[in-house]
């Protein structure tokens, strides 16, 4: 019992020095990890896509606080109703049927709100993920040029690396061509129907 155990540690040792060795060859031929480090939010404003978005968001929230300013007027006007109703009933089973509608006409309400919000962010959301679709690319070009292992975004924070390389300005001067000539900011499979909106985009959207 005793053989085994001491068997087992041998194994458990020389496994460890073949780790150890095969660290030190990596290093020694293989060179120091290099980190590539980009800024996403610097790349995004040199290549102008930073005040498209802004100006194109902007414009969503507009939209949104239209519709959100409608859906409130019509909430107040029904609650109202159903409030001078419910202080008309003369019944419990008249009041307790419509405090039931009124719960369920909030909750729809409180729905539809949730709906125009989500529905802004979203599509902001859809416009950074066609952004770094867009620039993938590069960012893999310019890796690959210098040899590196992995590229960061800044906001990573990575505290310390033995050789830390920025690309920004290499990706952008790889992307510049191609984001000048774009004509949306959406790729076609992130462009939102109409029947993916909230009926008050939807609406909104075909009165202007």
Do not use: C
Not at 70 to 84: G, R, T
């Amino acid at each position: 019992m005793a053989e085994k155990k001491k068997s087992l540690g041998m194994f458990e040792i020389v496994y460890i020095l073949m780790l150890a060795l095969l660290l030190i060859v990596s290093v020694i031929y293989m060179g120091k990890p290099r980190v590539g480090i980009i800024n996403l939010a610097l790349a995004a404003q040199d290549l102008g896509v930073t005040p498209l978005i802004e100006a194109d968001v902007s414009q969503w929230r507009e939209i949104a606080s239209g519709d959100l300013k409608k859906v409130n007027a019509e909430y107040q006007a029904i609650s109202k109703a159903m409030k001078a109703e419910f202080d008309a009933a003369t019944s419990n089973e008249q009041k307790i049927e419509l405090k039931k509608q009124m719960n369920s006409m909030s909750r729809e309400y409180s729905a539809r709100i949730l709906k125009i919000k989500g529905g802004v962010q979203q599509h902001q959301q859809r416009i950074l993920l066609t952004f770094r679709k867009r620039l993938n690319p590069f960012i893999t070009q310019v890796a690959r040029k210098r040899k590196l292992w992995i590229v960061l975004d800044n906001s990573a924070r990575l505290v310390y690396s033995t050789k830390q390389v920025d690309i920004t300005d290499a990706v952008v001067g790889e992307a510049q061509d191609l984001f000048d000539k774009q004509d949306s900011l959406l790729d076609a499979d992130e462009v939102l129907t109409p029947e993916d909106l909230p009926a008050e985009v939807s609406d909104a959207g075909e009165k202007e």
